[in-house]
């Protein structure tokens, strides 16, 4: 069957306006809405993160608060590289008001990781340095919050049997307040150094022990 040129613009149209109400419904929920998108063209998949194994694929350029942008020309990957991922259960970030833990009508803010992607280059002496890119959204809950929100973001690269070579902490400060209720989120971090041999894992994920307001 051909679909008129009428007819496939009307199905185009209602596409985008059901992943707008989609979107929507989400950010009204408030309940694990980690809907992430692949930025090379994949579908969306609530509840997990979405990356990539390397910058040509994936990356978040800049280092800002503000919605990210994808540039995936200023990134080449070389040479091997570990792979990426975010740990089990840490790609979403609930903080909640003061003896109200688990309560939604507690809820102050919630953060999620979206996107994830990594780039590895030579670095002499048997070493590499992996830059990896990582962004993602914050939301608002039902109890107001006072100023920015602090992200406290970790990437590590671990090798055999998971024993961790390089870990650093990235606190991330978002204006909230500030925002219509969600803002998005993108950092880089280039300066991670780690030998070439037994680099197995790049995870990234947010430290809920650091997590601080």
């Known amino acids: 069957m051909v679909l008129s040129t009428s007819g496939a ?39 997990s993160a979405s990356g990539g194994d390397s910058f040509t694929k994936t990356f978040v350029s800049g280092g800002g608060t503000t919605g990210p ?14 792979p990426i991922e975010v740990r089990a259960d840490t790609y979403i970030l609930a903080v909640y008001e003061r003896g109200k833990q688990d309560n939604p009508e507690g ?15 030579p670095a002499g002496n048997g070493e590499m340095t992996i830059k990896v890119g990582v962004s993602g ?14 992200l406290p973001v970790r990437i590590a690269v671990t090798g055999a049997d998971d024993r961790v070579l390089a870990s650093q902490l990235i606190p991330i400060e978002v204006g909230l307040a500030e925002s219509d209720g ?24 947010f430290d809920t022990k650091e997590a601080k307001r």
């Open 137 to 150: 959204r914050v939301v608002a809950g039902p109890v107001p919050t006072k100023g920015p929100v602090v």
């Open 9 to 47: 613009m009307r199905l185009r149209i209602s596409g985008r306006l059901l992943a707008a109400l989609t979107g929507a419904l989400c950010v009204a929920s408030l309940a694990g809405c980690g809907s992430i998108s692949k930025l090379t063209g994949g579908s969306d998949s609530a509840g």
């Open 107 to 121: 809820l102050k803010y919630q953060g999620t990781i979206r996107k994830y992607a990594r780039e590895c280059s």
């Open 69 to 82: 942008d994808v540039d995936p020309s200023i990134f080449a990957s070389q040479g091997y590289c570990p």
């Open 182 to 205: 969600s803002v998005g989120w993108s950092r880089v971090v280039d300066d991670i150094r780690v030998p070439v041999e037994g680099a197995t894992k790049v995870y990234v994920g």
